[in-house]
């Protein structure tokens, strides 16, 4: 069994978009299967996801933390981000990202 990876989150990637109308189910199945799991693997680890329900905001936010800013860097540098990221768009729209200090609340 593995051991629980422990880091002191210092960043926080946060996304927001709407997911297409007829996109729901592959929206899930590549978020759980392949981008979380991705992302995990290069460094970032998902903390929260939310649902925005009121508001012209858009209706999914989901923040990942890392310790490292390199870590950040590689990720943004590497290919494999620039497929994950593309094929994430292909189920949203009103797409947009953010890097932001971690601080231990909420951050829009």
């Known amino acids: 069994m593995a051991l629980p990876i422990r880091i002191i989150p210092r960043y926080r990637l ?18 759980m299967n392949e981008f979380v ?10 903390v929260a996801v939310w649902h925005t329900a009121y508001g012209d905001y858009p209706v999914r936010q989901v923040e ?10 590689e990720v943004f540098q590497s290919e494999r981000w ?20 971690y601080r231990d609340r909420f951050q829009f």
């Open 82 to 101: 620039d497929k994950l990221e593309a094929r994430l768009k292909t189920f949203t729209l009103r797409y947009e990202r953010k890097l932001v200090r």
């Open 37 to 46: 799991p991705a992302l995990q693997n290069m460094g970032l680890y998902m």
């Open 14 to 31: 946060m996304m927001r978009y709407d997911i297409k109308p007829d996109q729901f189910e592959p929206y899930y199945q590549f978020v």
């Open 64 to 73: 990942f933390v890392t310790d490292s800013l390199e870590t950040v860097r």
